[in-house]
């Protein structure tokens, strides 16, 4: 197994480009089972979770093929099998959602209950929920889900919570349907809107997305496209962390400074200077980081996936910090981790409370989920000595060549398989 070795505090430097977005390629490449016809995406991830995805695509019949760097080809005209298979879905939640654009296509589909990080509870009644309502006949039994429908109807689906996944799925499984869906209280997270901007490409008709409300008027057909995913804004946040938690000051290219507005804006309440073009921002910190609150919430909120990384840029700040975590209510695991690195933070419930500390000290850590992962990585830039990061299976499934972009900006990282006895100082 690997490890991530870092020895903390070489400032971060210079210019690093985002890449394509995990989340909304997840969603779109489910998506893409609704063409006949062959799609390329461009700027798509390398990491383990689109790599799941690729599986599960090319286990149900679909063709996937890698036509340069960071850009493949789906076409799933021939698509046959409409059972996605135990093994994939219990690596990652995202691929539950190819359940509605089987139905579309097929009539039928037999999905497990899926799996993913261990951060709380993670149900699918919403989506379950969501294609009853839509007609299809639901049967849960030996931990699948089959659902049947000869073409589903639209109807007017309200969520109870704003669920990012949920609202993906749903559209998805209307494209194909007869008559006009309307999601309420959907998510408006840029991933969903990212993905009514590719269902449209593909011919589907669909209004709102970006909205509370998204309206999907179904069509017989649906065809391949070409589109270009949107830039990673998890990605682009913990590189922002990074450089903050360093006193760096960093350009991010390839980057959606709107996608990013409530992350940066904290970063300024903690004295960062954030300047933002089009197409790229600027991170420069250059004292110690001030202690401040935060709440996650949907978008446009502070993003859950963002609480863990910020946790780190807080453990080192000056002043007590509270942060409330409202999506996801097991999200803390990173916090006995940064406990080992010297971090003072104290959880209860759905809350921690950090109490700064002038210097994190390097310590050998496990990721325990992807954005635990990516705490611990910003953690140890900053902690004195070295430290060691194992669980980088977790990281993987995430952030594209984080080890070698981290170095490309002057920190002094490697990746290694991890030995039984490690020195001091990497060579
Ligand atoms: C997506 C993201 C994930 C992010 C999360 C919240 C992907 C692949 N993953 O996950 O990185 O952390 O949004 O921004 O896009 N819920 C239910 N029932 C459901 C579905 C959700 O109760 O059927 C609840 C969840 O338990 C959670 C909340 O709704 O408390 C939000 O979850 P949701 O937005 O669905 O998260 P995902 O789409 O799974």
Redesign the pocket.
Same mark, same amino acid.
């Given at each position: 197994m690997d490890s991530i070795y870092i020895v903390g505090g070489n400032r971060l430097t210079g210019e690093v480009k985002v890449s394509g977005s995990?989340?909304g390629t $997840?969603?779109i490449m489910a998506g893409a089972l609704l063409a006949k016809g062959p799609t390329i995406l461009e700027n798509v991830p390398r990491i383990t979770?689109v790599h799941t995805m690729m599986e599960m695509l090319q286990e149900l019949g679909v063709r996937v093929r890698e036509l340069e760097p960071n850009t493949f080809e789906i076409d799933a005209t021939d698509l046959q099998s409409h059972e996605a298979p135990y093994d994939l879905v219990k690596k990652?939640?995202?691929s539950f959602c190819v359940a509605g654009p089987l139905i579309g296509r097929l009539g039928y589909a037999k999905v497990p209950m899926p799996g993913?990080?261990d951060?709380? *509870?993670?149900?699918?009644?919403?989506?379950?929920?969501g294609l009853q309502m839509l007609g299809a006949k639901v049967t849960m039994e030996h931990g699948y889900v089959e659902a049947k429908a000869d073409k589903l109807k639209g109807a007017t689906i309200y969520l109870?919570? @704003?669920? *990012?996944?949920?609202?993906?799925h749903i559209m998805t499984a209307a494209c194909l349907a007869e008559g006009v869906t309307r999601i309420e209280n959907c998510?408006m997270?840029p991933?969903v809107n990212d993905l009514a901007e590719f269902l449209i490409a593909m011919g589907a008709k669909i209004k709102g997305g970006g909205t509370s409300t998204i309206e999907i008027e179904g069509v017989d057909e649906m065809r391949g496209a070409r589109y270009r995913m949107i830039p990673d804004r998890?990605e682009a946040g913990t590189l922002a962390m990074a450089a903050c938690i360093t006193r760096g000051d960093v350009l991010l290219t390839d980057c959606s400074p709107e996608h990013c507005s409530a992350m940066f804006k904290k970063l300024q309440e903690t004295g960062v200077k954030v300047i933002e073009g089009p197409d790229w921002a600027r991170v420069i910190a250059d004292s110690r980081p001030k202690a401040t609150d935060i709440k996650t919430m949907?978008?446009p909120g502070f @993003?859950?996936?963002m609480q863990q990384p910020f946790a780190a840029l807080l453990a080192v700040a000056d002043g007590t910090s509270v942060i409330t975590e409202n999506?996801?209510?097991r999200r803390f695991k990173y916090v006995s981790e940064l406990g080992r690195m010297g971090a003072d933070i104290i959880q209860e419930g759905r809350t921690a409370i950090i109490k700064g500390v002038p210097k994190l000290t390097g310590a050998e850590v496990s990721s325990s989920d $992807?954005?635990a992962g990516a705490a611990l990585i910003i953690a140890a830039l900053a902690a004195d000595g070295r430290s060691e990061i194992s669980g980088v299976e977790h990281i993987d499934r995430?952030y594209e060549r984080i080890v070698d972009k981290l170095a490309s900006l002057g920190a002094e990282i490697v990746r290694r398989e991890a030995a039984p006895e490690t020195s001091a100082r990497m060579a």
């Open positions: 995990k989340n $997840l969603a979770d990652m939640r995202a993913g990080c951060i709380g *509870a993670r149900p699918v009644d919403f989506h379950v929920k109870d919570f @704003p669920s *990012a996944g949920a609202t993906q998510a997270e991933e998890m949907p978008h @993003p859950t996936d999506v996801y209510e $992807l954005r995430g």
